[in-house]
């Protein structure tokens, strides 16, 4: 039987516990890449994937909701990660984004980081551009930084889309082609 309907916290460890206040644990999932994470997760909600290469493992549309809280700003390859979280949401489904604002000295002084977010790539992520690798479609709902962190919530626009992902690294269910 296949996964339908879920909620995903990516990286968030021991923070997945506050999607049960809008989700069934049943249906939601931490994909997490942090083997220290392993015993703090239960095993039932835990899915170790190193999703940054390799994808996230659910079917397309599957998905209602994806928390990226402090995680997009250790991310090698945002574009994919950001494709493949539009690829699993349903049309309409919510992409809850928090990291270190670019003006902050934690965007800047943690060493694991390998990029800045600002608004102004929140509006980039948001629609396909030409020649790049960025085939996703969100309607933004909010943008904003506070000086302390980058807030935004995406939602996934899938009806009417006619994307030709010819040449893109998405394969199915996640995986690189």
Known sequence: MLEDDLALDLGGGPSWKHLLEDFPQEKIRCIEFNVEMLDQVPEEVMVFRDFDRHGLPFHD??????????????????QF???????VLKHGGLFKIKCPSANSLGAWGNPDHVRVLN????????????NSNIFSVFDILENNDNGDALHALLRAV?????????????GSVGMRV
């Open 81 to 87: 990660v950001v494709n493949e979280v539009w690829r």
């Open 158 to 170: 899938k009806e009417d889309v006619n994307l030709d992902m010819r040449g893109s690294p998405i």
């Open 119 to 130: 608004t102004y790539t929140i509006q980039h992520l948001a629609e396909p551009i030409p």
């Open 61 to 78: 549309n599957s998905v209602v909701y994806v928390r990226a809280y402090d995680i997009l700003e250790h991310m090698r390859d945002l």
